[in-house]
């Protein structure tokens, strides 16, 4: 892993160099922080704190056409994918979140439209030095400066930026660049080992895993489900917003005799998600749909995968209209044990 | 706010034979954050709070909750729900009860005059949350943060809920018990929110409205949220035909807002829970606002006042005005 320093004197150029390459980074739009596409001309400031729509937005469209297709036409129309992406400020655990996704969409089957997407895109993250409130990647195996599913770690040192190199497309960026960068002193680098730490510090809140995945399935009828859910709305907010939640529904799109088919997010707390046609539903209550969200991501996904399909976040408990708290949640299933 | 009354009077009704469960909230578990509180038996009055951050709407449980079919030889629990309320709260109670989607008879309604509540949002912005839940109270006109030892009080006007600003009905228009003595109304000013809008000319608020439903994830909160929305077969939901495109897009979101927004004209009862769940900030409460006074200056109706009331869209007098009527 090589070092590498940008001295912030040279960011609107680094800026200016990444926008010819379909440069994404978070962007404030009145009450919300979101990744919008930088403009060749545009500056960019990162600052701390995460988006509330999480990049997998971006590799995993909320709406994504499969293909198109029209009446009298045996050839389907395939969306050319073939445009290279860089993302720029992602969060450790949001990146740590497609590098667990990706275990699904290699599973079974290798999705061609999210592993075609992913290989195009060019993550360069950012350290956490100020984790938020409801932060606690650490309990689920990450830091504020891991470099999981990144391809640049940068650390935000003051005066300028430390930037590790991860992998090959990391490695090709940073060769790019490398007018604006000088090798990173050895203090640098002690620097920002003092950050990570202090970013680890300031963690407030957590919880150990330990024993959760193997406990789940006993309590399987516990009240415990029933408590959690009453106040649920039911709402997709913490799916929707959740970087590991990845469930689709496929659905045809038909105006007079052409349409497409296309996928789109599909959340595990709608009514919906598991009604049969037959109208019969077996998560008849939010009861079961609350349980299923927590058992999938700390039970499921680790029999299946080996890995809690959870990065700390926290965007489920910080955006709950309800604080219905995955921590909180934790603790009560550690307390039911 | 007397705690203590609210707590034994709370303790008395769960304690009935013929109340299921008690709906009321309590201290969340971070910051400014206060959840629903669920409670089948006095001891879980304990945690029961009234507090400037029991925002939330409880009204809407009354029909959120799932009514599932009674296995056969098991009999319907038919005990009633008792639920605690503000004045916004009380008025989605009688407009439930109008529109027939709940029985008077099926509520116990212990009704709180409500001096007004904090946006948290705003809270947040002075004072950030923390990991441990706030405790925080009325001191006048004012609020009150606690803080371990430090006390500090906060102006009224910096932090008070733009639907309290704007409220014109803080005491509870039906309730079963009442706690504490009923509040003077405020003064209630100009909804500054809804005029600025009124304000752009028409292809302004098509933009307006524009950047603002393109930003919808569709994650329905605002619907889940509402306690008027209560439709057992959502338009939204239904998959043949299909009506509302599962496709996010400006159109498909556009056809979402404004088909919930007509169907809750007349009908809405401004307690601002679309517009505060929402977590990409769509400012739903002024869409509806703008609906509900034009039902009340065209048409003198006020939704949620009078549980004997006709509704509003099932109601006609022949002195309707119909200038509008092209």
């Known amino acids: 892993m090589s070092a590498m320093l940008l001295n912030k004197e040279k960011w609107s150029e680094f800026i200016g160099k990444l926008s010819g390459k379909n440069l994404w980074a978070p962007a404030v739009q009145g009450e919300v922080k979101k990744y919008a596409p930088v403009a060749e001309g545009e500056t960019v400031e990162l600052d701390e704190g995460n988006t509330t729509v999480p990049p997998k937005a971006l590799l995993f469209p909320q709406t994504e056409t499969l293909y198109r297709f029209s009446t009298g036409k045996e050839e389907l129309e395939f969306p050319g994918l073939d445009e290279e992406m860089v993302l720029l ?249 | 706010m007397d705690l203590d009354k609210l707590r034994k009077t709370a303790a008395e009704v769960v304690s009935r034979d013929d109340v299921k469960y008690l709906i009321g909230w309590r201290r969340g578990t971070f910051g400014y954050r206060v959840a629903p509180h669920f409670i089948e038996d ?72 409500c001096p007004g509540m904090i946006d948290w949002k705003l809270l947040a912005e002075r004072y950030p949350e923390t990991d441990v839940a706030a405790e925080i109270g009325w001191k006048g006109e004012d609020f009150l943060l606690i803080r371990g030892e430090e006390e500090i009080t906060i102006p009224r006007a910096e932090v008070l809920a733009e639907k309290c600003r704007l409220c014109r009905h803080p005491n509870p228009v039906l309730s079963d018990i009442t706690i504490g003595e009923a509040v003077e109304p405020w003064a209630v000013a100009e909804d500054s929110g809804v005029a600025e809008i009124e304000a752009k000319e028409a292809a302004e608020r098509w933009d307006y409205w524009e950047e603002q439903f393109s930003k919808c994830i569709r994650c329905y909160s605002c619907r889940n949220a509402c306690p008027l929305c209560y439709c057992e077969d959502c338009i939204l939901d239904r998959l043949d035909p299909i009506w509302v495109n599962r496709a996010v897009n400006f159109s498909e979101n556009t056809a979402f807002h404004l088909a919930r927004a007509f169907h809750l004209a007349g009908r809405c009862v401004e307690c601002g829970e679309c517009e505060r769940v929402c977590p990409v900030g769509i400012p739903l409460g002024k869409l509806n606002r703008k609906l509900a006074r034009t039902v009340r200056e065209e048409y003198g109706f006020e939704p949620g006042l009078d549980p004997e009331a006709e509704p509003f869209q099932a109601s006609f007098k022949p002195d309707d005005p119909e200038e509008f009527i092209l």
């Open chain 2, 42 to 113: 006095a001891a879980g009055v304990d945690e029961l709070i009234f507090s400037p951050l029991c925002i939330a709407n409880l009204a809407n449980y009354l029909t959120l909750t799932e009514k599932l079919p009674v296995p056969r030889g098991q009999e319907a629990d038919t005990r009633k729900v008792a639920l605690l309320v503000k004045g916004c709260d009380s008025r989605a109670v009688a407009q439930l009860i109008v529109e027939k989607g709940i029985k008077r008879e099926d509520v116990v309604v212990i009704g709180m005059p």
């Open chain 1, 89 to 337: 400020g992602v969060r450790p655990c949001d990146a740590r979140a497609m590098a667990l996704v990706e275990n699904l969409f290699r599973w079974d089957f290798d999705d061609p439209y999210y592993l075609k997407r992913r290989e195009l895109t060019t993550l360069i993250g950012l350290a956490c030095n100020e984790p938020e409130l409801n932060c606690f990647c650490p309990s689920v195996g990450g830091s504020p400066d891991s470099t999981e599913g990144l391809d640049i770690l940068m650390t935000d040192l003051g005066e300028s930026y430390l930037l590790e190199t991860v992998t090959e497309k990391g490695k090709a960026i940073v060769e790019e660049m490398k007018d604006l960068l000088e090798e990173a002193p050895a203090d640098a680098l002690e620097q920002k080992e003092q950050l990570a730490k202090g970013a680890r510090e300031k963690i407030r809140r957590g919880i150990d895993p330990e024993g959760i995945p193997e406990a789940l399935p006993q309590l399987w009828e516990d009240p415990l489900w029933q408590r959690i859910s009453a106040p649920c709305l039911g709402c997709g907010i913490c799916t929707y917003l959740c970087p590991t939640c990845y469930c689709f529904d496929i659905q045809d799109e038909i105006e007079g005799s052409a349409g497409r088919r296309c996928r789109m997010w599909d959340s595990c707390m709608f009514a919906e998600y598991t009604k049969h046609t037959s109208g019969h539903n077996p998560r008849p209550t939010r009861r079961e749909r609350t349980r299923n969200r927590i058992n999938h991501k700390y039970s499921y996904f680790v029999d299946k995968f080996g890995v809690i399909a959870c990065v700390g976040c926290g965007r489920c408990s910080t955006l709950c209209p309800v604080n219905i708290d995955l921590i909180d949640i934790l603790r009560q299933v550690k307390a039911a044990q």
